[in-house]
C-alpha cells in the first residue's frame, strides 16, 4: 500500500502526526518514540504501515525501518493490535523488547498501557519461537562458506535479539563476528546498529 510518507509536518498532537505531502495531509499515528525524532515544520520520513478494517482505514507512521519491523511483529501476535503495538513502542524500545523476549522477561512489557501479564507472557513466547525459525533458516552465512554463527559469549544471544528487529543472521553475522564475544548484548547490538547505519 502505502510505503512512506515525506514531507513537511504540519501538526503534532498526542500519539498523532500530520504531514503534508503535495498538498493533502496524512494523518498518521505514531509512537511517542517517533514523536521525539520530529520537530514540527520540517520536512520528514515515516516508514509507513496501513491498517484496513471495516470501518476504518488507519495509517500508522515509524522513524525508523526497525520500529515498524517490531510493530509488524507485534500486530501478528494473538490479541496485539496497533493500539498496544504503539503503546508498547512508546514505552520501550525495538531493542528493549528484543533484549526482553530474548531473556524470557515479560515483566518489562507490562509497562506499556493496555499490556497484562498474561498477553506479555504471550508476547514473548510468540516471538521467541519467530526468532527461533529465523536463526533455524537464516543460521548460515551465505558469504561465508557454511560457516555457522558462532556460538560463543553473547552473540547468539545479539543475533536473536536483531532478528526481532527484522535482521537477518547473515547480516549481522559478520558484524558480531569480529566483536569481543564477552561484551554485554546490550552493547553488540548498539555497536551492530551504529555500523549498520
Known amino acids: 500500500m502505502i510505503y512512506s510518507v515525506r514531507g513537511t509536518l504540519i501538526l503534532m498532537d498526542a500519539g498523532i502526526a500530520v504531514v503534508e505531502c503535495g498538498g493533502v495531509g496524512y494523518r498518521v499515528q505514531t509512537s511517542i518514540s517517533t514523536q521525539k525524532t520530529l520537530k514540527l515544520n520540517s520536512e520528514v520520513m515515516l516508514y509507513t504501515y496501513m491498517n484496513v478494517r471495516e470501518d476504518a482505514m488507519e495509517l500508522f507512521g515509524f522513524a525508523s525501518k526497525g520500529e515498524l519491523s517490531t510493530f509488524k511483529l507485534l500486530i501478528g501476535i494473538t490479541g496485539v493490535g496497533p493500539k498496544v503495538a504503539l503503546a508498547i513502542l512508546s514505552e520501550l524500545s525495538s531493542e528493549q523488547i528484543a533484549m526482553a523476549v530474548s531473556a524470557g522477561d515479560s515483566k518489562t512489557l507490562t509497562r506499556a498501557s493496555g499490556v497484562g501479564p498474561k498477553l506479555a507472557q504471550r508476547i514473548v513466547l510468540e516471538l521467541k519461537d519467530k526468532i527461533r525459525s529465523v536463526a533455524t533458516t537464516e543460521g548460515f552465512d551465505p558469504g561465508s562458506k557454511g560457516t ?29 563476528s569480529r566483536l569481543d564475544p564477552n561484551m554485554s548484548v546490550e552493547a553488540m547490538i548498539a555497536a551492530t546498529l551504529k555500523q549498520m547505519a
Open 148 to 176: 555457522v554463527i558462532a556460538d560463543t559469549g553473547n552473540i547468539p544471544k545479539a543475533v536473536a535479539a536483531l532478528a526481532v528487529l527484522g535482521y537477518s543472521a547473515a547480516d549481522v553475522t559478520p558484524i558480531l
